[in-house]
């Protein structure tokens, strides 16, 4: 097992950028995909892309990113891959629905993005466990599921 205790850097950074470039040219680049609620954790036990078993145990000042990089050799390299947060789409149908949702989804004290008139809900269990909770907003047309 291999034990990955610091974040040397990020892939973008200026001085680790041409090695990572060279080494995923030979297929020496292995990812750990991980999720928002992992990357918020000091210490995983993780399998990466190309099956390396991996302990990660990082002091509490450093945290999991997209592009971490835990490891760097000459012929190999391990980064974080962060995966993309399922969302949950509501479009309000009018100012006043789009204060109460915005009202309801801070009571539930749920991760939220904003694009345009639409608020996005990052998802932490299934959809339907949402829903059933806007159910009355929903059903009274206050607000209206967009399907990507």
Request: proline share 4%.
């Amino acid at each position: 097992m291999l034990r990955l205790n610091r974040i040397l850097g990020q892939a973008s950074d200026p001085a680790f950028f041409d090695r990572l470039h060279d080494l995923q040219h030979h297929g020496r680049v292995e990812r750990i995909v991980i999720g928002a609620e992992e990357a918020a954790r000091h210490r995983l036990r993780v399998l990466t892309d190309a099956g390396t078993e991996c302990a990660i145990s990082l002091p509490r000042d450093q945290r999991l990113a997209n592009g971490s990089v835990l490891w760097l050799e000459e012929d190999r390299a391990i980064l974080i891959a962060m995966r993309d947060a399922e969302v949950l789409k509501l479009a309000p149908a009018d100012a006043a629905a789009a204060l109460e949702l915005g009202y309801f989804a801070g009571n539930m004290h749920w991760a939220v993005r904003f694009q345009g008139a639409e608020l996005h809900i990052l998802l932490h269990g299934p959809a339907e466990a949402y829903l059933e909770r806007l159910d009355p907003l929903l059903a009274g047309g206050r607000i209206a599921r967009v399907r990507p």
